[in-house]
């Protein structure tokens, strides 16, 4: 977890009312940032790189498409046979499946960002 030192108070004296104001301002926002103003929400609470533990997406499983095209002419029309139209279902599951993958691991990282 992120240790973050306490940010001292703002000088009375010796500052012109510019130098309050930014001094003033920057101290707010990185009080926010940290989360130590008690912002109920957490709304302005930065996110440090220890919060995100989302692991890496699996290895892709469809790395090339074994469907061929190949298959017969019946009637003048182009037909895929049946041993190649199984190679592209499974070459569709696998895309299905290397898509839901993906899918869970940036859904993960999203969620991990929102708290």
């Known amino acids: ?16 009312p510019t130098e309050v104001q930014i001094l ?24 440090v790189r220890g919060q995100v533990v989302v692991g890496t997406a699996p290895d892709q499983t469809m790395t090339r498409v074994s469907a061929t ?7 003048g029309t182009q037909v895929a046979g049946l041993e190649d139209f199984g190679r592209l279902i499974s070459d569709v599951q696998k895309l299905a499946n290397d898509v839901a993958n ?9 969620q991990q960002l929102k708290v």
């Open 102 to 110: 993906i899918r869970a691991t940036l859904n993960a990282l999203i």
């Open 1 to 16: 977890m992120a240790r973050f030192s306490a940010i001292p108070a703002l000088p009375q004296s010796n500052i012109t």
């Open 69 to 75: 095209g190949a298959g017969f002419v019946i009637s």
């Open 24 to 47: 003033g301002a920057l101290k707010e926002n990185v009080e926010l940032l940290i989360g130590s103003r008690g912002e109920s929400d957490r709304a302005s609470r930065a996110l």
